[in-house]
């Protein structure tokens, strides 16, 4: 079970090959036979040695003294000379490497297959070409974001032939709506009649977490697994949206209207948000290790960045911000959860009792009290003041659990994990206060509606599903995946 949460939500390196393979067009076109004119360097070469050689030879790891992220660095060579001699194939050494049979070959044997010919041949045609960079292009230019910049994001699907899975929902601040991520886009759906409203395209593949700001602005973070993140701003009610068979379609890709700020730029996903209870506040974590804080005191289109913490040794897989708006909690991967001071920059505490990955956080409103869940499947409580010590009794969910919240109003918490349900619990006891069952997949996202009379809930196999906190009713349940229709059921 535990493989497949890695593998299938969060895991970096099986979503890189699928992304690769299904998604980037630079990638599919790599594998095309050599071009026809001549060939690129950014386009043609550069996404070859991107997917088969920058795991080993990036600035940091520099296998051979070989990095080989800019056009420049590459040519430098590393132990050995520039491995190119321009217009010479035959005697270029990158060539003798990668048709080399024996030892020696790149990339290395046990590492992986030889590169196919056809790739081969596209770079020994650049050579011949003369190993030129494209105009334009700064030598120095770092090739991983050369790639990114030129990739395009394909435009939602007109209908789902598989239930998207659901990673991030929110309500709408009437308490009317939910906003669902959804494949490169965001949907809005009016919760009392079930009807999709509006779509709104986006560049992230997925959607991990959302935040409303203040000023009635969406914050969202996200990313295409192992190749960037982003944490985006968007303005749902702007721009003219296209409608279609009664949705209004809009593009927070391109329309500036949309989409209003880009907070960061990430090399991986972005997994977690939270904003501070004052909204001055909005921080977020990911795959690259780091949190990031900014200041919204000027607005979200003067957001400053504040700090960037790297306090955790693997992904940062959940903030939550203390009611001071001093301290931030942090749940990560590396089997931790920890307090941050914002004001002095430093770690105040470590709390290790999960003794495996740590998937959320939250703190109670008193400040008193901080929560967290994880790959352990306990729900556990701590002094996030004094001494960082756990406060038993914990809540045991039976498989591994993915988030806490706290309730808007009363002291309740809720959870949802990988036993398929949604679970309220007295935050002041911990004593399980309602199980809502009635999702047939692992549930991996929850959230109150802000006046706290609703819990809404997001599953693996795209069911989305609204309850009473009051009583536990179900209120309703749909599929958040445009144009599915369940006669076709979801192979997996
Ligand atoms: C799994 C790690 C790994 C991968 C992947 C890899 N390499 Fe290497 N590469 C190495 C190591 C280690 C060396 C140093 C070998 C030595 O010094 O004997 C090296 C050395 C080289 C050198 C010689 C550099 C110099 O100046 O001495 C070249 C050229 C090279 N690699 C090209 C490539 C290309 C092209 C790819 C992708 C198709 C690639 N490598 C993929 C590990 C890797």
Redesign the pocket.
Known sequence: MRSRYCTCVFCAAVALTLALLLLAPRAVHAQAPPPKGPASFINDVAPI?KE??F???DSKKR????DMTTYESFRK?????D?VVPGKPDES??ID??TEKGA?R???KE?GEA?PPAKIAVIEQWIKEGATLDAGTSPKADLVRELRARWQPPAPLAAYKIPEKVTALAFTPDNQKLVVGGHHELTVWDIGQVKLEKRIATRAERVYALAWLPDGLLAVAGGRPGQEGDVRVYNLNAGTPKIVEGVAMLDGVNDKAVMVKQLLEADDSVLCLALSNDGKKLASGGCDRTVHVWDLTGGVTNAKEEQTIENHADWVMGVAFAPNGQHLLTASRDKTAKIWDLKAKESLMTFPDHQNNVYGVAMKADGKTAYSVGEDAQLRRWNPVADGKAIPPTGGHGKPAFKVIVHPKQPLLATCGADQTVRIWNADTLAAVRTLSGHTDWVYTVAFSPDGNLVASGSWNGEVKVWKVADGTLVKSFTGSPGYVAANPPKK
């Open positions: 040695l088969n050689c795991a080993c030879h296998k051979g003294k070989f060579g590393g132990d050995h000379e491995p050494h990158i490497l990668l020696g790149m990339p290395p590492s590169l």
